[in-house]
């Protein structure tokens, strides 16, 4: 069997969307709908049924760091000069919070920035953010006191 004839054909049938769909309907799935068949990417790939690869998962976690320390450097040039374990911390709020969510706190930031490692934990430890992702919030806390 030709492997490139049958895949021309896959997307012909499936299509090939880069946003989860619902493949019952067709639609793009947004924050609130309900889902009436399989959650689906791609070229018909079934994520309900066959969830992802190790590998998949792996590229997608690469990617994501990738866009998150794009995003870091951009909008934050100072943070490549944050020791290892404070990079970690901003890199980890931002991947949890998105580069605009993390913006939100400007005041942790900029205690960041000032190397006040003990403000920016008490920046974190009275927001809400902090009081929703529990743990995490207090790894992050210790990574920043850690050094």
Not at 13 to 26: F, K, L, N, P, Q
Not at 126 to 145: C, G, M, P, Y
Request: charged share 20%.
């Amino acid at each position: 069997m030709d492997s490139q004839a049958l895949q021309v054909l896959l997307i012909q049938h499936e299509g090939d969307r880069m946003t989860a769909y619902d493949d019952a309907t067709g639609n793009t799935l947004l924050t609130g709908d309900i889902l009436k068949g399989n959650l689906t990417i791609g070229v018909g790939h079934n994520l309900s049924a066959k969830g992802l690869s190790p590998a998949i998962r792996q590229l997608l976690l690469e990617e994501d760091i990738q866009d998150v320390e794009d995003n870091l450097d951009e909008r934050l040039p100072w943070w490549r000069n944050l020791s290892d374990n404070r990079q970690m911390a901003v890199a980890d709020m931002c991947f949890n919070l998105g580069i605009g969510g993390l913006l939100e706190f400007p005041k942790f930031l900029a205690a960041m920035h000032a190397g006040n490692w003990s403000e920016a934990v008490q920046e974190l430890k009275t927001s809400l953010w902090a009081s929703q992702v529990k743990q995490r919030a207090i790894d992050i806390e210790n990574l920043i006191l850690g050094g």
